[in-house]
């Protein structure tokens, strides 16, 4: 990586319109030196992943507040950020209004044929593991749709089994009662639930309620019961799944890791 691409990551992790992300306030600027570490760590390798095709065009697949967008604005003539939320767009639009290669749209907005094969790389980051069945299904099929044939699609989930979950369900206990972001609100689980998830395999399932936000929103799944070894094995009936990461810790192989991550290459070719 070059010293001017060097630079500019550090500088746009630093931006005061970077700060005020309601994410980055949450993860990246955590009061929790080991929270705000496990996620830097996450937006690091998310960028060494997507460096090697700087040049190309970039869709970010469920955007958030812009965080990885305005981190790797560098890189990429053209930036698209896509997310469910019309407010969370127009907000980020006028936050990050200085980058002029980034723009921001609605997800249903992708359905224009103009977006269909036309970006070199697709991410999709912390957002699977929130989608009930037939979304699921959507989503993927719409990455694959959306990504041209010589292009890349990656993506991270957390890692919910295993260690890692007993890790991550006692770090949320501490940081519910530090009273920070909305970590109060994580869900508990059975010990019977726990040791299923401790011990999973790629077809373990457990129980995942489902929320909705109001009578007119999507509904969704939190983190509970979210295998990664079973989505990794669904992404393979639309991409060839060529290399599995994780971060933090990768040498450990997602035993004490937090999120797992799919580099795809599309079977469109």
């Given at each position: 990586?070059?010293?001017?691409?060097?630079?500019?990551?550090?500088?746009?992790?630093?931006?005061?319109?970077?700060?005020?992300?309601?994410?980055?306030?949450?993860?990246?600027?955590?009061?929790?030196?080991?929270?705000?570490?496990?996620?830097?760590?996450?937006?690091?390798?998310?960028?060494?992943l997507v460096?090697?095709?700087?040049?190309?065009?970039?869709?970010?697949?469920?955007?958030?507040?812009?965080?990885?967008?305005?981190?790797?604005?560098?890189l990429f003539?053209?930036?698209?950020?896509?997310?469910?939320?019309?407010?969370?767009?127009?907000?980020?639009?006028?936050?990050?209004?200085?980058?002029?290669?980034?723009?921001?749209?609605?997800?249903?907005?992708?359905?224009?044929?103009?977006?269909?094969?036309?970006?070199?790389?697709?991410?999709?980051?912390?957002?699977?593991?929130?989608?009930?069945?037939?979304?699921?299904?959507?989503?993927?099929?719409?990455?694959?749709?959306?990504?041209?044939?010589?292009?890349?699609?990656?993506?991270?989930?957390?890692?919910?089994?295993?260690?890692?979950?007993?890790?991550?369900?006692?770090?949320?206990?501490?940081?519910?009662?530090?009273g920070l972001?909305?970590?109060?609100?994580?869900?508990?689980?059975?010990?019977?639930?726990?040791?299923?998830?401790?011990?999973?395999?790629?077809?373990?399932?457990?129980?995942?309620?489902?929320?909705?936000?109001?009578?007119?929103?999507?509904?969704?799944?939190?983190?509970?019961?979210?295998?990664?070894?079973?989505?990794?094995?669904?992404?393979?009936?639309?991409?060839?799944?060529?290399?599995?990461?994780?971060?933090?810790?990768?040498?450990?192989?997602?035993?004490?890791?937090?999120?797992?991550?799919?580099?795809?290459?599309?079977?469109?070719?």
């Open positions: 990586m070059s010293e001017s691409r060097t630079s500019s990551d550090r500088l746009g992790w630093e931006t005061s319109n970077l700060r005020a992300g309601h994410y980055a306030k949450k993860q990246l600027f955590c009061r929790s030196a080991i929270i705000a570490w496990s996620h830097r760590s996450r937006f690091r390798l998310a960028r060494k460096d090697p095709y700087a040049g190309g065009n970039l869709l970010d697949y469920g955007c958030g507040d812009g965080t990885f967008l305005a981190g790797v604005h560098d003539p053209v930036a698209v950020g896509a997310d469910i939320d019309h407010g969370q767009n127009l907000e980020c639009g006028t936050r990050l209004a200085t980058l002029s290669n980034i723009s921001f749209l609605l997800t249903n907005e992708l359905t224009d044929p103009i977006h269909e094969s036309a970006y070199r790389v697709v991410t999709c980051m912390e957002v699977l593991e929130h989608c009930i069945e037939e979304d699921l299904n959507q989503v993927v099929s719409d990455l694959w749709r959306l990504v041209s044939p010589d292009g890349v699609v990656i993506i991270s989930v957390p890692v919910e089994v295993g260690p890692s979950l007993i890790g991550k369900q006692l770090l949320r206990m501490f940081a519910s009662w530090r972001g909305d970590y109060g609100d994580s869900e508990r689980y059975s010990s019977r639930e726990l040791g299923r998830m401790l011990f999973a395999g790629e077809h373990t399932v457990i129980y995942r309620p489902v929320y909705s936000d109001g009578p007119c929103s999507s509904r969704y799944h939190s983190h509970k019961g979210f295998n990664w070894r079973a989505l990794r094995g669904r992404l393979g009936e639309y991409f060839d799944v060529k290399e599995t990461y994780f971060s933090p810790l990768g040498c450990l192989r997602g035993y004490f890791s937090s999120q797992a991550w799919f580099v795809c290459a599309s079977r469109k070719r």
